[in-house]
């Protein structure tokens, strides 16, 4: 198997958090939701980089508050949230050095109660892309129920990119 699924950011043993608010090269954001455009477009580490796709639905950067995400994140978690426009999975992100594992939680925008669907691919640094088995949850009151999908890349291998998307699995709500 080329991507080994992952169903918390524990499964990846040391790992790094990334805080959407703090861009590494521009610092702390203040006024959030801040929009993403150019110049938060790319995020440069040491080790690695993070581009956001900016060319497909609008994105945006903010922190979690007793109003955004209905509890699904602890409380003040950064969240990078994308417009769910049909067919196009809002949340796209590149990396220029392939890593071997990423992931995230995943929620959405909504009304408490409603199930969602949360998705997952990854694209391998041979072009091939793997689609993370998709989780089915539900808004709710719970902090961090929010469910975490991605993957670790076999031995040899690497993660390219990702993107995440949810959706209303009876196609009645368009979640943000």
Do not use: K
Request: glycine letters at 8%; proline letters at 8%; charged letters at 20%.
């Amino acid at each position: 198997m080329s991507i080994q699924a992952a169903q918390t950011a524990d499964d990846f043993g040391d790992y790094y958090v990334n805080d959407w608010t703090e861009p590494p090269q521009a610092g702390p954001l203040v006024n959030l939701p801040c929009g993403v455009d150019r110049s938060l477009a790319r995020w440069l580490y040491d080790e690695a980089s993070i581009e956001i796709d900016i060319a497909g639905p609008p994105l945006s950067i903010s922190r979690c508050s007793r109003l955004l995400f209905n509890y699904n994140f602890a409380a003040n978690d950064s969240v990078l949230l994308g417009d769910n426009l049909a067919g196009r999975m809002p949340v796209h992100l590149r990396f220029a050095t392939p890593l071997r594992s990423v992931g995230a939680a995943v929620s959405a925008v909504g009304p408490v109660g409603r199930d969602y669907l949360a998705q997952c691919a990854l694209r391998l640094d041979d072009g091939q892309w793997w689609q993370v088995p998709p989780v089915q949850a539900r808004l709710g009151r719970t902090r961090g129920s929010a469910p975490f999908l991605g993957g670790t890349a076999a031995p040899g291998r690497s993660i390219s990119e990702i993107w995440f998307d949810v959706v209303d699995p009876t196609n009645q709500v368009d979640f943000m």
